[in-house]
Structure formats: C-alpha cells, structure tokens
C-alpha cells in the first residue's frame, strides 16, 4: 500500500468510517456542502421546498386556470384563484411529470401525465392554499394556489 492510499485510509478510520458503533435513527448530522443537506440514519433527507406565494395584490383569476409545466418549471408558480374555478395542468415537457398536493384542503395526485401534452384538472370547491410539486422535479416545479371566496 502506498502513501497516499494509507494516508486516505487513516482519514476514513478518522471520519468513522466503517465504525461498529451504533446510532438510533434520530441522530441528525448536518453536512455542510453548496447546498446544506441532512443526513439522518445514514439517508439524505431532503429539505424543505420554499413554495412561492402570490403576491398580495395579484389578480383573483376565474373560470378554467391553464398552468403550464414547461422546461422543467411552472407557469405560473404562484397565483389566486375563486372558488369555483377549475385548475387545468398542461405537461408540455419532454419527460412525464406530475401534480401532486402536499397537505392542505385539496388532496389529489394526479399520476404521471404525458410529455408533451398531458393534462390534469382540479375543480375548486372550497378555500384555503394548495401547495403542489411534480414529484420528479419538486425543486423546480412546485407551485401554490391561493383559493378565495
């Protein structure tokens, strides 16, 4: 073994690498890289996505929405809506994509939708924020909608 192999060697014994000991799974060690991650039991756990919010004097839009998924992000990301309009996604990217809610007062998935034209529709029934993501790409796509009486 050369130099620079036992040198890199002692630096995983160092790191502790390879260690019998034990950890429970609410052991949390932050990794600090370009873009902060945390590990927990071993696992990258992702961060938590910072869902746009429509600005406080944006227009209430009504009637059928068109948001577009397009190279890879959404348009818009952020907007208001009435009760009792309809929300229509339009995939016009080249991969399947899809919408999927994260908690609030809608809850809907809506499976992967065809590049290139897939769509998914939401009629709205009630207000609250809805905040969406494609579970493929949810650092760039995400999305809120504000639901107003």
């Known amino acids: 073994m050369g130099p620079v192999a036992i040198v890199c060697a002692t630096g995983l014994l160092v790191a502790g690498c390879g260690s019998s000991e034990s950890k429970s799974s609410s052991d949390t060690v932050t990794v600090a890289t370009t873009a ?14 910072n869902y746009a919010s429509p600005t406080a004097n944006a227009a209430v839009q009504s009637g059928v ?17 009435k009760v009792g309009s309809t929300l229509k996604w339009i995939n016009d990217n080249t991969e399947k994509c899809n919408v999927k809610s994260e908690g609030g007062p809608y809850t809907f998935d809506s499976g992967d939708l065809a590049a290139e034209g897939g769509t998914f529709e939401l009629k709205l029934d009630k207000p609250g924020t809805i905040h969406y993501e494609c579970t493929s790409y949810p650092t760039t796509m995400n999305g809120t909608i504000e639901v107003v009486s």
């Not at 929405?65 to 809506?81: N, Q």
């Open 36 to 49: 902060s991650s945390t590990v927990k039991g071993g696992l990258t756990v992702p961060g938590k996505i």
């Open 65 to 81: 929405i068109t948001i577009t998924y397009h190279e890879f992000a959404i348009e818009p990301d952020a907007l208001k809506a």
